[in-house]
């Protein structure tokens, strides 16, 4: 009869941990950097998003004043920015160009 006990544990024990692999799966997945914005994205082309502001040519994009970027947008997560790179509320899941704009830019606030 322990056996049986035993063979039941491991059972119950095996299906746990097999329940468990897609919990560390996403704990995994959670902790990896979010993936840097291309311009080729297709969100990213909607909004006529470049990573080098400074290399836009305001005649051409209207919406774009010189000076304007992503670190001083209100858009930007300026406090969650590592390396040059920060998340924006314009494209959710991805980090942009500090230096980079898009039509999406709303300059912050004073103060």
Not at 32 to 38: F, N, R, S, T
Request: some cysteine.
């Amino acid at each position: 009869m322990s056996s049986e006990l035993t063979r039941r544990a491991l059972l119950r024990g095996l299906a746990t941990g097999l329940a468990a692999i897609p919990v560390l799966h996403l704990g995994t997945a959670a902790a990896q950097a979010p993936a840097k914005l291309a311009e080729s994205d297709p969100s990213a082309k909607a909004l006529g998003y470049v990573e080098k502001a400074a290399a836009l040519d305001p005649a051409k994009e209207a919406a774009y004043k010189k000076g304007s970027t992503c670190d001083n947008c209100a858009l930007y997560m300026t406090a969650q920015a590592k390396d040059g790179y920060g998340p924006c509320a314009a494209f959710p899941g991805k980090v942009v160009a500090a230096k980079g704009w898009c039509r999406a830019y709303a300059a912050k606030p004073a103060g």
